[in-house]
């Protein structure tokens, strides 16, 4: 077979170390666990190391009309080509360079390969963290993670990932680079680092991110509360105490409204209080200035209170915490505030011990997870518990990651629930207000634009076009 | 201008879509719309060029299918449709340089929906922000968005130059408070953003929209989030002795979690005015403002002292203290530097507040007190920060007197983070006041940087002369800015001043805003001209064709 | 005052509004109504400095935003400066039909006036009877004079009829100004004012000075007319001997009285509209809302209240030169009450204490809202009927 012209344009461009062929390119990045991934035609995985080999690499592909998808470590469902068109898997990974730490301003412009976890084994050492509560996908590249929208850490204290994103720098199609200049607000115009940051790769690759990151809390407190089964709805009562909690201004870390089952799979059967069976929890964790994080506290307790809850202490909260935050490997996160004085680096060493990055536990795994909007919530929960039960499944649910538009219902059955049976789930909750994360592109009226801005961006239509809004949507 | 058969069929086209009477090819009418507030206009006025750019054909419609079918027209006979709201922009936004359509947006101005549970408000954009903000007080309510020109403005007009209030630094800007958007697209099609919120995939498109400042479509509805009436408001002065100690005191309270709704810091020579108001407040303490009267007037009385006032404005200009600072910036500022703080025997002033829900706003205001008391400010009790609350929106009466009298003002108002900050205001600092006498104060804050908001006056012997003044501070202004590192507008939009400068601002990006413009406005008739996106004609040449 | 604006030099009142960034723009009723960008307060004060400077040519369509106020002095209480728009922009009239200017329908507009004023006193007296009238020569009596705008309807005659009712009920001896039947006068000449007609205006100040001079007091229901009256008569060169007063203001001293024989009634719900020239004129708001509350009514109050409160649209002449707009206003005030959810789809009652106001909004009032005039209402809650 003779080479494809691409090749040495692809070795030119990265470096011929960088340029692998073919499946056991693609089984090597995505590790033992992907299992067999046969691509259709021929594939390179190419491994740029700055934002100019990527531009080099781009305009190599315009050229040959060969498309490319962007990977860092997300799911392995990416490398799966959905057609037989020649390809470049872009593994982002050798681009891990922090640019520029800020400590004056909090910010920090890295590069887009770098994953959250490792950023964060960066901050936490010099007292500065990406949040008390950093995104569930840790391991994430902080690519993959702005360029879909919704992802990443989302609490009442420190808002979105992509809200923390005060620019991007990407490369075209055509390998124009662009860097979106940073500001904590303009008024120049539209925000054109949203058109990126939301388009998963299909308009331009996403090559650094600067980031808004704060300094690690000066104290973290915890508080439960159970909803009785003996109140008229508990979890009704939940969603409205935290409701009112966010009404009175309260900036927790991370609130949880837990049933009973999902407490035990999620943290064992001893951290169900008694007599909970159809009640449930509200477990939070509030951070920063001590007594900030004490009135926060005491607002959600009182918001609880008025909803009929009992208090049940700090212990429940700080196991949920304690667990949720091991088996996402942020331990640090987890056991370390800062209290002002304090050795950042010493107490960061400290922190390890207890379970520092890789120092995973598990969590119950999860079926379903959907948006909603607060009052939405306790009817979705009661419908996606009865349905699972129909289905012959025991279920459990939580509830998390709110902020004053709405949260995420969590559910799951046991035994777990197999692909159809989620489906089914979903297709009952939709009616009812329930969104699944990038299911739509939004108002159908704007598809026609998403599909004219690409042609724009991207004449050849080379950019992941696995993501690029379907045709049907667009015409 | 567009040839008058075309305005013809335009105005004929228009009446079809809203009917005669809300349709106006009249003097009157189109002179009315012949600018917004962009100062360098207003310099021209005193020579009777009132009204530059008049359109063509003005339309008032009341419904978002009207909208896009008078988009529809004017894209149809290639015309220039420009989105008219309150007219307060500062930049010629809404100027409509080459005629056209005027399309005012202030017919569509109810509530459409107030979610008391959710707290949100759906509202047209057209809304006038007094009067919505007043309308939410009412139900327990507030945006939380207080632009100086709260009373002249509108919430369309907010969401299309992404304005700041006056508390952003607890509640946001405009951008942070909006959860979706109505927008007639310059294809002429009726779009939603925020459908499905942040589940929704691909880009953002409500951050595309707002800021777009007419180039992309007209804004008719937003969805935005709405706070608590607050139930406690605490307010301070603090006085701290230079204007980095401010700049540090402010990154602490910031970066330590804490959130007030205001954070005010006034320069050496913006704080020396700023105590002087004081002080005239507190003179004038008890006077509760003359009740209307219907009638004859304090003919004498009130007149006279307008007269006086002006004539004493004028004097002031003309020959006293502001003539040696307009006529010399360069010599004059310095002077100033190291005179003021001296006159006023102060260092700079710094105005906090905290408000929300009572018990959280307690702990906080405390907290961020006693931050700035550490980071050095002296604490001046609540009085400057109640005298601030009762005169914010009063510095803005102030142009009339200034151009009457026959100088001319303007702001300039930038950000960056805070490592770049000290320069930015140095640099920006140091370009306009080679022009003109400059002043500044530090508002919205953010836990990563600020935005600075600085003042000029200046003053040249005839319009000419006055123009390239005008023209110089600019261009020397932002020029400075792009080269600290900073943004050229914080809050106050592009529109037509600072279009040549959008290529330093966005560099590369531009790109992206070029196919966002020609995807939604494939004909470029939407606010041609405005926000960089095509070379803005030479204002002379514009000048002379209306 | 006119006098004073020598073409090609500007007062200062019109030249602050030109250069202001229109920070009154929330205030006024006329612009919130009619979004014409025309008829911003900012811009009607322009138009008419463009005017007296020879910057836009005396047309019709040149001055017509000139007319587009109601002169209701809301601006003003937003205007750092406190210029007098409203006043201006009315006295200002005059120099347009000086110039040739004028709106047609003004022109003539004093001799329509004086007819009116003819066919409207002959109403009155031939409604009423010869004891509804104060006695003829007696000194330091009581005179009622109802507004114009009463004397238009047979509705608005009623109110006449209740208010007189109502004096009788609380031993007031207050009766109709004995009018002559064939000359009045009747209106206290605020539409003459409006188009700044100050020669006619004296005239008429004349006839009045005349016509009242054996009243001690004068009561009168028409706000505008009693601040012109107090206010502008005497620089006419006709002052007034009797002592000019709101009817509420002649109300207010017996509130409790009002109170004692009206008892407990149900509570009904009223909004009360300010009257423009009542409230921001004359400085009467707690007055009426306390005879209201003394007849056992519970006060709801619009949105836009007290000193804030919105024209009715019924001011400046502007039914005349601007229907529609008058008509919208009318109907923005009340479609505030209909559209607030605290009042449900129950029937809204309006009480307002000027003949002008219960015109203008009751023109608008859809089957649902009823506007009423106060002295009949406290009347009726006096079991007072006529
Ligand atoms: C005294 C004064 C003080 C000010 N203070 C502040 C301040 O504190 N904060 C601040 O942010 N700004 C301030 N401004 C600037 C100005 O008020 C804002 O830019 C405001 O947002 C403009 O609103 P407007 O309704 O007057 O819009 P306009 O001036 O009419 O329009 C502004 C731009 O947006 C476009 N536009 C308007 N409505 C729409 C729509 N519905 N759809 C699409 N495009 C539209 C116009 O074409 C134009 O380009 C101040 C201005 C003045 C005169
Ligand atoms: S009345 Fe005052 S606030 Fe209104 S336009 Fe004139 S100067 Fe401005
Ligand atoms: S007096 Fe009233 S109607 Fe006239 S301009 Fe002022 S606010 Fe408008």
């Given at each position: 077979m003779?080479?494809h012209?691409?090749?040495?344009a692809?070795?030119a461009a990265?470096g011929?170390d960088?340029?692998?062929?073919?499946?056991?390119a693609l089984?090597?990045?995505a590790?033992?666990?992907?299992?067999?991934i046969?691509?259709p035609?021929?594939?390179?995985?190419?491994?740029p190391?700055?934002a100019?080999?990527?531009?080099?690499?781009?305009?190599?592909?315009?050229?040959e009309?060969?498309?490319?998808?962007?990977w860092g470590?997300?799911?392995?469902?990416?490398?799966?080509?959905?057609?037989e068109?020649?390809?470049?898997?872009?593994?982002?990974?050798?681009m891990t360079?922090?640019?520029h730490?800020?400590e004056?301003s909090?910010?920090?412009h890295?590069?887009a390969?770098?994953?959250?976890r490792?950023l964060?084994?960066?901050?936490?050492?010099r007292?500065l963290?990406?949040?008390?509560?950093?995104p569930a996908?840790l391991g994430?590249?902080?690519?993959?993670?702005?360029?879909?929208?919704?992802a990443?850490?989302l609490?009442?204290?420190?808002?979105?990932?992509?809200d923390?994103?005060?620019g991007?720098?990407?490369?075209l199609a055509?390998?124009?680079?662009?860097?979106t200049?940073?500001a904590?607000?303009?008024?120049?115009?539209?925000d054109?680092?949203?058109?990126?940051m939301?388009s998963?790769g299909?308009?331009g690759?996403?090559?650094?991110v600067?980031?808004?990151?704060?300094?690690r809390?000066?104290?973290?407190?915890y508080?439960a509360?159970?909803?009785?089964p003996?109140?008229?709805?508990?979890?009704?009562?939940?969603?409205?105490a935290?409701k009112r909690a966010l009404?009175?201004?309260?900036?927790?870390?991370?609130m949880?409204?837990?049933?009973?089952?999902?407490?035990?799979?999620?943290?064992g059967?001893e951290a169900?209080?008694?007599d909970?069976?159809g009640?449930?929890?509200?477990?939070?964790?509030?951070?920063?200035?001590?007594?900030l994080?004490?009135a926060?506290?005491?607002?959600?307790?009182?918001?609880?209170?008025?909803?009929?809850?009992?208090?049940?202490?700090?212990?429940?909260?700080?196991?949920?915490?304690?667990m949720?935050?091991?088996a996402?490997?942020m331990?640090?996160a987890?056991?370390?505030?800062?209290?002002?004085?304090?050795?950042a680096?010493?107490?960061?060493?400290e922190?390890a011990?207890l379970?520092?990055?890789g120092?995973a536990?598990?969590?119950?795994?999860?079926?379903?997870?959907?948006?909603?909007?607060?009052?939405?919530l306790?009817?979705?929960y009661?419908?996606?518990?009865?349905?699972?039960?129909a289905?012959?499944?025991?279920?459990?649910?939580?509830?998390g990651?709110?902020?004053s538009?709405g949260?995420?219902?969590?559910?799951?059955?046991?035994?777990?629930?197999d692909?159809?049976a989620r489906?089914?789930?979903a297709d009952v909750?939709?009616p009812?207000?329930a969104?699944?994360?990038?299911?739509t592109?939004?108002?159908?009226a704007l598809?026609?634009y998403?599909h004219?801005?690409?042609?724009?961006l991207?004449p050849?239509?080379i950019?992941n076009?696995?993501r690029?809004?379907?045709?049907?949507?667009?015409? | 201008?567009?040839?008058?058969?075309?305005?013809?069929?335009?105005?004929?086209a228009c009446?079809?879509?809203?009917g005669?009477?809300?349709?106006?090819r009249a003097?009157?009418?189109?002179?009315?719309y012949?600018?917004d507030?962009?100062?360098?206009?207003?310099?021209?006025?005193r020579?009777?060029?009132g009204?530059?750019f008049p359109?063509?054909v003005?339309?008032?419609?009341t419904t978002t299918a009207?909208v896009?079918a008078?988009?529809?027209?004017a894209r149809?006979?290639?015309?220039?449709?420009?989105?008219y709201?309150a007219?307060?922009?500062?930049?010629?936004?809404?100027a409509?340089?080459?005629?056209?359509?005027?399309?005012?947006?202030?017919?569509m101005?109810?509530i459409?929906?107030?979610?008391?549970?959710?707290?949100?408000?759906?509202?047209q954009?057209?809304?006038?922000g007094?009067?919505f903000?007043r309308?939410?007080?009412?139900?327990g309510?507030?945006l939380?968005h207080?632009?100086s020109s709260?009373?002249c403005?509108?919430?369309?007009?907010?969401?299309?130059?992404r304005g700041a209030?006056?508390?952003?630094t607890?509640?946001?800007?405009?951008e942070d408070m909006?959860?979706?958007?109505?927008?007639?697209t310059?294809?002429?099609?009726?779009?939603?953003?925020?459908?499905?919120g942040?589940?929704?995939?691909?880009?953002?498109?409500?951050q595309?929209?707002?800021g777009?400042e007419?180039?992309?479509?007209?804004?008719?509805?937003g969805t935005?989030r709405?706070?608590?009436?607050?139930?406690?408001?605490?307010?301070r002065?603090f006085?701290?002795?230079?204007?980095?100690?401010?700049?540090q005191?402010?990154r602490?309270?910031?970066?330590?979690?804490?959130?007030?709704a205001v954070v005010?810091l006034?320069?050496?020579?913006?704080?020396?005015?700023a105590?002087?108001?004081?002080?005239?407040?507190a003179a004038?303490?008890g006077?509760e403002?003359?009740?209307?009267v219907?009638?004859p007037?304090?003919?004498?009385?009130l007149?006279g002292?307008?007269?006086?006032?002006l004539?004493?404005?004028r004097?002031r200009?003309?020959?006293t203290?502001l003539?040696?600072a307009?006529a010399r910036p360069r010599?004059?500022?310095p002077v100033?530097?190291?005179?003021?703080?001296k006159?006023a025997r102060?260092?700079?002033l710094?105005?906090v507040?905290c408000?929300?829900?009572?018990?959280r706003?307690?702990?906080?205001?405390r907290?961020t007190?006693a931050?700035?008391?550490?980071?050095?400010?002296?604490?001046?009790?609540?009085?400057?920060?109640l005298?601030?609350?009762?005169?914010r929106?009063a510095?803005?009466?102030?142009q009339?007197t200034?151009?009457?009298a026959?100088?001319?003002?303007?702001?300039?108002?930038?950000?960056?983070?805070?490592e770049?900050?000290?320069?930015?205001?140095e640099?920006?600092?140091e370009?306009?006041?080679r022009?003109?006498?400059?002043?500044?104060?530090?508002?919205h804050?953010?836990?990563e940087?600020c935005?600075?908001y600085f003042?000029?006056?200046?003053h040249?012997p005839d319009?000419?002369?006055m123009?390239?003044?005008?023209d110089?501070?600019?261009?020397d202004?932002l020029?400075?800015?792009a080269?600290?590192g900073g943004t050229?507008?914080?809050?106050h939009g592009v529109?037509?001043s600072?279009?040549?400068?959008?290529?330093?601002e966005?560099?590369e990006?531009?790109a992206?805003l070029?196919?966002?413009?020609?995807v939604?406005?494939?004909?470029?008739v939407?606010n041609?001209?405005k926000l960089?996106?095509?070379?803005?004609?030479?204002?002379?040449?514009?000048a002379r064709?209306? | 005052?006119?006098?004073?604006?020598?073409?090609?030099?500007?007062?200062?009142a019109?030249?602050?509004?030109t250069?202001c960034?229109?920070?009154?723009r929330?205030?006024?009723?006329?612009?919130?109504?009619?979004?014409r960008?025309?008829l911003?307060?900012?811009?009607?004060?322009?138009a008419?400095?463009?005017?007296r400077?020879?910057?836009?040519?005396?047309?019709e369509?040149?001055a017509a935003p000139?007319y587009?106020?109601?002169g209701c002095?809301l601006c003003?209480?937003?205007c750092?400066?406190?210029?007098?728009v409203g006043e201006?922009?009315?006295?200002?009239?005059r120099?347009l039909?000086?110039h040739?200017a004028?709106?047609?329908?003004?022109?003539?507009?004093?001799q329509?006036?004086?007819?009116?004023?003819r066919?409207?006193?002959?109403?009155l007296?031939s409604?009423?009877?010869?004891?509804?009238?104060?006695p003829?020569?007696?000194?330091?009596?009581v005179?009622?004079?109802?507004g114009?705008?009463?004397?238009?309807?047979e509705?608005?005659l009623?109110?006449?009829?209740?208010?007189?009712a109502?004096?009788?009920a609380?031993?007031?001896?207050a009766?109709?100004v004995?009018?002559?039947p064939?000359?009045?006068p009747?209106c206290?000449?605020m539409p003459?004012?409006s188009?700044g007609?100050?020669?006619?205006?004296?005239?008429l100040?004349r006839?009045?000075a005349a016509?009242?001079?054996?009243?001690e007091?004068?009561?009168?229901s028409?706000?505008?007319?009693?601040?012109?009256?107090r206010?502008r008569?005497a620089?006419?060169?006709?002052?007034l001997?009797a002592?000019?007063?709101?009817?509420?203001e002649?109300l207010?001293p017996?509130t409790?009285?009002?109170?004692?024989?009206a008892?407990?009634?149900p509570?009904a719900?009223?909004?009360?509209h300010d009257?423009c020239?009542?409230?921001r004129g004359l400085g009467?708001?707690?007055a009426?809302?306390k005879?209201?509350?003394?007849a056992?009514?519970e006060t709801?109050?619009f949105a836009?209240?007290?000193?804030?409160?919105?024209?009715?649209?019924g001011g400046?002449?502007?039914p005349i030169?601007?229907?529609?707009?008058?008509r919208a206003m009318?109907r923005?005030?009340?479609?505030e009450?209909?559209?607030?959810?605290d009042n449900g789809?129950?029937?809204?009652?309006?009480?307002t204490?000027?003949?002008t106001?219960?015109?203008?909004?009751?023109?608008?009032?859809?089957?649902?809202?009823?506007?009423e005039?106060?002295?009949?209402?406290?009347?009726?809650?006096l079991?007072v009927?006529?």
């Amino acid at each position: 077979m003779s080479r494809h012209p691409l090749e040495p344009a692809l070795e030119a461009a990265v470096g011929a170390d960088h340029v692998l062929f073919g499946k056991r390119a693609l089984m090597q990045i995505a590790g033992k666990a992907a299992g067999d991934i046969e691509p259709p035609a021929p594939t390179w995985v190419v491994q740029p190391a700055s934002a100019a080999e990527v531009a080099d690499v781009l305009r190599a592909c315009s050229r040959e009309r060969v498309m490319v998808v962007p990977w860092g470590t997300g799911s392995t469902h990416a490398l799966h080509a959905r057609d037989e068109r020649t390809r470049v898997v872009l593994d982002m990974r050798r681009m891990t360079n922090v640019l520029h730490l800020d400590e004056t301003s909090l910010v920090v412009h890295a590069q887009a390969g770098l994953t959250a976890r490792t950023l964060e084994e960066l901050l936490i050492p010099r007292g500065l963290t990406l949040g008390d509560f950093p995104p569930a996908a840790l391991g994430s590249t902080l690519g993959g993670l702005l360029s879909a929208r919704g992802a990443g850490r989302l609490t009442p204290r420190h808002g979105f990932l992509e809200d923390a994103c005060l620019g991007v720098s990407a490369v075209l199609a055509d390998g124009r680079t662009i860097h979106t200049r940073v500001a904590p607000r303009r008024a120049t115009g539209p925000d054109l680092s949203r058109v990126l940051m939301g388009s998963e790769g299909t308009l331009g690759i996403i090559t650094g991110v600067v980031l808004r990151i704060d300094r690690r809390p000066e104290s973290r407190l915890y508080g439960a509360h159970a909803f009785p089964p003996t109140l008229d709805n508990p979890v009704a009562a939940a969603i409205e105490a935290v409701k009112r909690a966010l009404a009175e201004d309260a900036r927790p870390t991370a609130m949880g409204v837990y049933d009973p089952a999902a407490l035990a799979a999620h943290y064992g059967a001893e951290a169900v209080p008694g007599d909970l069976a159809g009640g449930c929890v509200l477990v939070t964790a509030t951070a920063g200035l001590v007594d900030l994080a004490a009135a926060d506290l005491a607002i959600i307790g009182d918001a609880a209170a008025a909803g009929g809850a009992q208090p049940l202490g700090p212990a429940l909260a700080e196991t949920w915490w304690t667990m949720r935050a091991r088996a996402y490997g942020m331990g640090y996160a987890a056991a370390a505030p800062l209290p002002p004085g304090s050795d950042a680096r010493r107490s960061a060493l400290e922190a390890a011990k207890l379970g520092g990055p890789g120092a995973a536990g598990t969590l119950a795994p999860v079926d379903l997870e959907v948006y909603a909007r607060l009052d939405d919530l306790p009817r979705l929960y009661a419908t996606g518990v009865a349905h699972i039960r129909a289905q012959g499944a025991e279920p459990r649910a939580h509830i998390g990651r709110f902020d004053s538009a709405g949260g995420i219902l969590f559910l799951a059955g046991a035994p777990a629930l197999d692909q159809a049976a989620r489906e089914k789930l979903a297709d009952v909750l939709a009616p009812l207000g329930a969104r699944r994360a990038r299911a739509t592109f939004g108002d159908p009226a704007l598809a026609k634009y998403l599909h004219d801005l690409k042609r724009e961006l991207d004449p050849h239509g080379i950019l992941n076009p696995d993501r690029a809004p379907p045709r049907a949507e667009a015409a | 201008m567009i040839h008058p058969s075309q305005a013809e069929r335009l105005a004929s086209a228009c009446a079809k879509v809203v009917g005669s009477a809300r349709v106006s090819r009249a003097t009157s009418d189109r002179h009315s719309y012949a600018r917004d507030q962009w100062p360098r206009v207003l310099i021209g006025m005193r020579d009777g060029k009132g009204a530059p750019f008049p359109p063509d054909v003005v339309a008032w419609p009341t419904t978002t299918a009207e909208v896009a079918a008078l988009v529809r027209v004017a894209r149809e006979l290639g015309v220039p449709v420009v989105p008219y709201a309150a007219g307060s922009g500062v930049c010629g936004g809404a100027a409509p340089i080459y005629g056209g359509l005027v399309i005012d947006t202030k017919p569509m101005d109810r509530i459409l929906a107030l979610d008391t549970r959710n707290a949100t408000v759906r509202v047209q954009a057209g809304m006038n922000g007094e009067r919505f903000e007043r309308e939410l007080n009412r139900r327990g309510f507030t945006l939380g968005h207080f632009p100086s020109s709260i009373y002249c403005s509108t919430v369309g007009g907010w969401l299309a130059a992404r304005g700041a209030g006056q508390m952003s630094t607890k509640y946001g800007k405009i951008e942070d408070m909006t959860l979706g958007l109505e927008v007639v697209t310059g294809r002429g099609d009726i779009v939603r953003t925020g459908v499905d919120g942040r589940a929704a995939a691909g880009p953002d498109w409500t951050q595309v929209f707002i800021g777009s400042e007419g180039t992309l479509g007209v804004l008719t509805e937003g969805t935005l989030r709405l706070r608590r009436s607050p139930e406690l408001r605490i307010l301070r002065g603090f006085e701290l002795p230079t204007v980095d100690a401010g700049m540090q005191a402010i990154r602490a309270v910031m970066q330590r979690g804490l959130r007030p709704a205001v954070v005010r810091l006034y320069d050496p020579f913006d704080s020396f005015l700023a105590m002087r108001h004081r002080a005239e407040a507190a003179a004038a303490a008890g006077d509760e403002g003359a009740a209307y009267v219907p009638t004859p007037p304090p003919a004498k009385g009130l007149a006279g002292r307008l007269a006086r006032s002006l004539a004493s404005a004028r004097q002031r200009v003309q020959d006293t203290l502001l003539a040696g600072a307009l006529a010399r910036p360069r010599i004059l500022n310095p002077v100033l530097d190291s005179l003021v703080p001296k006159l006023a025997r102060k260092g700079c002033l710094l105005i906090v507040g905290c408000e929300g829900a009572a018990r959280r706003t307690e702990v906080e205001a405390r907290l961020t007190f006693a931050e700035l008391e550490r980071a050095g400010g002296r604490d001046l009790g609540e009085g400057p920060g109640l005298n601030w609350l009762k005169k914010r929106y009063a510095v803005s009466y102030r142009q009339s007197t200034l151009f009457a009298a026959g100088a001319f003002a303007d702001t300039m108002e930038v950000a960056s983070t805070w490592e770049r900050l000290p320069d930015l205001y140095e640099s920006v600092r140091e370009a306009i006041g080679r022009h003109a006498m400059v002043m500044a104060h530090f508002s919205h804050a953010y836990p990563e940087g600020c935005s600075i908001y600085f003042t000029f006056v200046a003053h040249a012997p005839d319009r000419a002369r006055m123009e390239r003044v005008y023209d110089a501070i600019w261009s020397d202004g932002l020029s400075a800015a792009a080269r600290a590192g900073g943004t050229i507008s914080h809050h106050h939009g592009v529109g037509l001043s600072k279009g040549a400068f959008m290529a330093e601002e966005h560099r590369e990006s531009m790109a992206i805003l070029r196919s966002l413009k020609s995807v939604m406005d494939p004909d470029g008739v939407m606010n041609p001209g405005k926000l960089g996106l095509a070379a803005p004609p030479r204002l002379t040449d514009v000048a002379r064709a209306s | 005052m006119s006098d004073s604006h020598v073409a090609g030099k500007n007062d200062p009142a019109t030249e602050h509004c030109t250069y202001c960034p229109k920070l009154c723009r929330h205030a006024c009723p006329v612009a919130a109504a009619d979004t014409r960008e025309a008829l911003v307060t900012q811009q009607k004060m322009q138009a008419l400095g463009e005017l007296r400077v020879g910057r836009r040519p005396w047309t019709e369509d040149a001055a017509a935003p000139v007319y587009g106020c109601t002169g209701c002095g809301l601006c003003t209480r937003y205007c750092s400066h406190e210029i007098p728009v409203g006043e201006t922009l009315l006295t200002a009239r005059r120099e347009l039909a000086a110039h040739g200017a004028a709106a047609p329908v003004t022109h003539n507009f004093a001799q329509r006036f004086a007819a009116r004023d003819r066919a409207l006193v002959s109403a009155l007296r031939s409604r009423f009877t010869a004891t509804d009238f104060a006695p003829r020569g007696a000194q330091g009596k009581v005179g009622f004079l109802p507004g114009c705008d009463s004397c238009a309807s047979e509705d608005g005659l009623t109110d006449v009829e209740r208010t007189l009712a109502l004096f009788r009920a609380l031993g007031l001896d207050a009766r109709l100004v004995d009018l002559d039947p064939a000359a009045g006068p009747l209106c206290g000449g605020m539409p003459l004012a409006s188009l700044g007609d100050d020669v006619a205006l004296a005239e008429l100040a004349r006839r009045h000075a005349a016509s009242l001079a054996s009243y001690e007091v004068v009561v009168m229901s028409c706000p505008g007319c009693v601040g012109l009256m107090r206010t502008r008569f005497a620089a006419l060169g006709a002052p007034l001997s009797a002592r000019i007063v709101h009817l509420t203001e002649f109300l207010a001293p017996h509130t409790e009285r009002l109170a004692r024989q009206a008892g407990t009634g149900p509570g009904a719900r009223v909004h009360y509209h300010d009257p423009c020239h009542l409230g921001r004129g004359l400085g009467v708001y707690e007055a009426p809302r306390k005879l209201l509350a003394a007849a056992g009514m519970e006060t709801a109050e619009f949105a836009w209240s007290h000193a804030d409160s919105q024209c009715s649209g019924g001011g400046g002449l502007l039914p005349i030169t601007m229907p529609e707009t008058s008509r919208a206003m009318a109907r923005r005030r009340l479609g505030e009450l209909e559209a607030n959810p605290d009042n449900g789809d129950a029937p809204i009652r309006v009480v307002t204490a000027c003949p002008t106001c219960k015109r203008s909004l009751g023109r608008a009032a859809s089957g649902r809202t009823e506007v009423e005039d106060i002295a009949s209402v406290l009347a009726r809650a006096l079991g007072v009927t006529t």
